[in-house]
Each structure stands twice: as C-alpha cells, then as structure tokens.
Antibody
C-alpha cells in the first residue's frame, strides 16, 4: 500500500533553515510528481511546491518562491523541501502528497503523508 | 492565481440530513476540481476528483457536480463520521489552489 512518511520538522528561529524529507513506498515513485502542501495552525490548506516525476521541472507558490527548493532522489524514493529564510508565517504542518496522474500532468493528490510540524519562533 | 471561494464556512446538520457545499472559481477551470475531507489532526484525504469521480473506497453518499466556475459537494444521509472539514481544490492551472474550507458540525 502507498505510504508517505515526512520527517525533518522542528523548531527553528526566524531566518533559519530546515530540510524536510518525505520517504515514499508502495508505488513506482519515479513515475509521479510530488507535492508539498502546508497548513498553518487552525487554518486551511496552502499548496507549496510540486516537482515532476523526473525532477526536470519545479513549481512554487508565491509565498515561498526564492526561499524554498523542492528536489527528489528517485534512487531513494524520497522528495525533499529545503526551506531557507524562514519566517513566522511559515509555521505549519507540512504534508507531502502524491500527484494522482503520472509524469507531467497536474492533478489532484490521491495520497498524503501524516505531516511534519515546522515551528518558526525565536 | 485562480481563487476558490467555498461556502459556507460552517454548516450545522444532523445525522441523516443532506448537505451541500459550494465552491466557486474566479475563472473557468473546466472539470479540474477535487474535494478533500480532513479530520482533526489528520492529513486530508481525496474524496472526489474530476468534479464527480469518487476515489476508491469513498461511499456513494458523496456526490460532486458542476463545471466551469461553479461546483458542489453534496453529502446525503449524513453519517457521524462525516462531521468534519472539507476542502475543494482546482488543478486546472498553476498554482493549484484550495478553497478556505467548510466545517460540517453537529446541530
């Protein structure tokens, strides 16, 4: 069965950096785009980033563009989110999610991890 | 960016009721619309994609309709497990955007 397990969350000071990981299993990882979606405490869902199956293209939400970088290692079935210049409003649970369609088709997310909490605070 | 306006933000109902949540897009998104259910402290789960296609394992009491800019999620015969939050999402163009969510609570 499909499993997505995030790790790397924690408490970081404003201006600091953190790298999240998402280990995938149960499907052919190299065939699917992968998303990061976040949810601030008590708030709704905000899409953060997507990387295509082969890593050739990456897309970002405006609020993280230039500060966050999504990457993947298909040999390790893992997607990453490098977060730099963190701000208070980046505090959220970060979910990785599998793109439902394969390769290069933006679609809904059919599987989600349980999330990892990032707290930006001095 | 395409804005998704979801209403109502909160909905009060009883077990056995039928309820409808509406999602409006700021521009046409064709049929690139999904609905997610999220229980407290848990990850969202895909309910419906392509407006009306049920994800595997989702009960038939969940019905999605619409096209273009107006979409609805109807839950008929509400069950206790259905009292939670729901989000719409468009994936017609980047960035994919979510509605602000609807919480279905017990009347």
């Amino acid at each position: 069965q499909v499993q997505l397990v995030e790790s790397g969350g924690g408490v970081v000071q404003p201006g600091g950096s953190l790298r999240l990981s998402c280990a995938a299993s149960g499907f052919t990882f190299s065939m699917y785009g992968m998303h990061w979606v976040r949810q601030a405490p008590g708030k709704g869902l905000e899409w953060v980033a997507l990387i295509w199956s082969d890593g050739t293209e990456k897309f970002y939400g405006d609020s993280v563009k230039g500060r966050f970088t999504i990457s993947r290692d298909n040999s390790k079935n893992t997607v990453y989110l490098q977060m730099n210049s963190l701000r208070d409003d980046d505090t959220a649970v970060y979910y990785c999610a599998k793109n439902q369609e394969n390769y290069y088709d933006l679609s809904s997310s059919d599987y989600w991890g349980r999330g990892t909490l990032v707290t930006v605070s001095s | 960016d395409i804005q998704m306006t979801q209403s109502p933000s909160t909905l009060s109902a009883s077990v056995g009721d039928s309820v409808t949540i509406t999602c409006r897009a700021s521009q046409s998104i064709g049929t690139s619309l999904a609905w997610y259910q999220q229980k407290p402290g848990k990850a969202p789960e895909l309910l419906i994609y392509q407006v009306s296609t049920l994800q595997i394992g989702v009960p038939s009491r969940f019905i999605g309709r619409g096209s273009g800019t107006e979409f609805t999620l109807t839950i008929s015969n509400l069950q206790p497990v259905d009292f939670t939050s729901y989000y719409c999402q468009q994936y017609n163009r980047f960035p994919p955007t979510f509605g602000q969510g609807t919480k279905v609570e017990v009347k």
